[in-house]
């Protein structure tokens, strides 16, 4: 790794925060990997677009949106790096040729999907498919943001989950993130609940989300046209006591989203998902057997 690439890598330092509660009394981990807004100056140069273009690929602000949520006696982690210059919730190597100037190691999936649509680990375009960078990166770029960022994301996600199961027998990790309101198939919803159809977690799970969401009068759907991404699927295993589900909130519903600003809905929207947490804190807890019959 050259100087250079150590200076901006060092930006984010750490790459990863973690709010704890003043006392851990839930299983509940809260997870905001696409949230972080630090962008190295240099990155800026590299790329074609102006700042608030980038920003657009970003789920402004759900951190803060579910920042409260510590309250009921769990830990919020988020990413520092914006999602343009690297995406946890991706594969590690999950690594798209057409962004880098030589060969990726053979051990990448270059054939994915979400590499096929330029969002792969290192993405390639954001918003409207707008290519990111003037010119290719050196792969070695590449892989130092996997190691100095992605690695951190991942293992700080592992330690909470060891260490609620370590006291309560289980845990209930939240991806939280937020989509486009013109997102493709999202028309008309406001939050859309992933939990892989069922892999990643007990169907109290989504049952308890969308009853105290929909009482709430928001409009939600399970499973499309996000049923879980990476992060999802990689530590739901509801055999092993470990559940997991991604929540995806319109951005309309709390942003301006040219300007990228908190609009007038922000409290009320803010209130209420701390009221589908504080009930989904209380239904989990509160219901080893169910979740051990499913």
């Known amino acids: 790794m050259n100087e250079l690439v150590r200076a901006e890598l060092a930006a984010f330092n750490p790459p990863v925060e973690t709010i704890e509660p003043a006392r851990l009394t839930s299983p509940l981990i809260f997870s905001s ?4 807004l630090s962008y190295p100056p240099a990155f800026l140069a590299a790329s074609r677009l102006d700042p608030l273009t980038l920003r657009r690929s970003e789920d402004a602000f759900v951190d803060e949106l579910f920042l409260p949520c510590v309250a009921l006696g ?3 982690v988020r990413a520092m790096f914006p999602r343009a210059y690297l995406d946890v919730n991706r594969e590690p190597y999950e690594l798209d040729p057409k962004v880098f100037d030589g060969p990726v190691p053979d051990y990448a ?4 999907l979400r590499v096929a649509v330029g969002l792969g680990t290192i993405p390639r375009v954001v918003g409207d498919a707008q290519p990111i960078y003037r010119e290719p990166l050196p792969v070695a770029v590449g892989l130092a943001r ?4 992605y690695r951190p994301y991942h293992a700080r996600l592992a330690t909470l989950i060891a260490r609620a199961r370590e006291h309560f027998g289980r845990a209930l990790l939240i991806d939280c993130h937020s989509m486009p309101s013109n997102a493709a198939d999202v028309g008309g919803l406001d939050i859309v609940l992933g939990d892989r159809f069922g892999a990643s977690a007990a169907p109290v799970v989504i049952e308890t989300l969308e009853a105290s969401l929909r009482a709430a009068g928001y409009r939600v759907r399970r499973n499309k046209p996000f049923a879980g991404g990476y992060i999802t699927e990689h530590f739901g295993a509801p055999g092993e006591g470990v559940h997991a589900i991604q929540i995806e909130i319109a951005r309309s519903l709390y942003l301006d989203e040219r300007q990228i600003v908190r609009n007038e809905r922000w409290p009320l929207l803010r209130k209420d998902v701390f009221a589908a947490a504080q009930q989904l804190a209380a239904t989990f807890s509160a219901a080893p057997g169910r979740l051990a019959a499913e």
Do not use: F, K, V
Request: no cysteine; proline share 13%; aromatic share 0%.
């Open 74 to 76: 769990a830990p919020l």
């Open 146 to 149: 996997i190691e100095a960022l």
């Open 33 to 36: 990997p696409h949230s972080g």
């Open 109 to 112: 999936n270059t054939r994915s």
